[in-house]
């Protein structure tokens, strides 16, 4: 019969010992570090310098050799778009650039190309308006620079206007 707050012991412990992980796991655990430390794809040390470092030390090597294996990857990204935007003519979208993001699966281009044609829309959108303002054009609603002032051709100003405006001086 257990009481409250015994904790129990691991199956084959005879001396009290509280859960945690099994031999097995241990041994697994350092057969793994010890194959990734002394491995010439990993952090290349002799065995006799595996033995010799921390766990600490190992967690700390191991971030070094991530980084820099980030690193790699990011500069064969950054390659890949360069390529592929030095020949963007022949892919779909030439308009959007790739980026390193794009070849990592961290980069949403897709996201970047509808965002492009929602802005390309609004800039037609915008043009057409501006394409229908004439001379004749009611000018409430446009802004107060968008309203010709002048009395010259095309509501510009003339010669005189512009003498006027800059004190008797020509610009």
């Avoid at 971030?63 to 890949?80: D, F, L, P, Q």
């Avoid at 037609?124 to 001379?135: D, F, G, H, P, V």
Wanted: aromatic share 8%; hydrophobic share 35%.
């Amino acid at each position: 019969m257990e009481t409250a707050g015994a904790t129990k012991k691991r199956p084959g412990s005879d001396h009290g010992a509280i859960d945690g992980p099994s031999p097995e796991s241990v041994i697994e655990r350092i057969t793994r570090e010890w194959a990734f430390a002394t491995s010439p794809d990993g952090l290349r040390l002799s065995p006799a310098r595996f033995w010799r470092s921390t766990w600490n030390g190992l967690a700390a090597l191991k971030e070094v050799h991530a980084a820099k294996e980030r690193g790699k990857r990011y500069r064969w990204a950054i390659g890949r778009a360069e390529y592929r935007n030095a020949n963007r003519l022949l892919g779909e979208h030439p308009a959007v650039l790739w980026i390193a993001e794009d070849f990592l699966g961290t980069g949403d281009r897709s996201a970047r190309i509808i965002e492009y044609d929602r802005k390309q829309l609004e800039t037609r959108r915008i043009a057409a308006e501006l394409a229908k303002i004439t001379q004749k054009s009611d000018p409430r609603g446009l802004p107060s620079w968008a309203i010709a002032k002048g009395s010259g051709p095309g509501g510009g100003w003339t010669d005189a206007e512009i003498a006027k405006a800059l004190g008797g001086k020509r610009g």
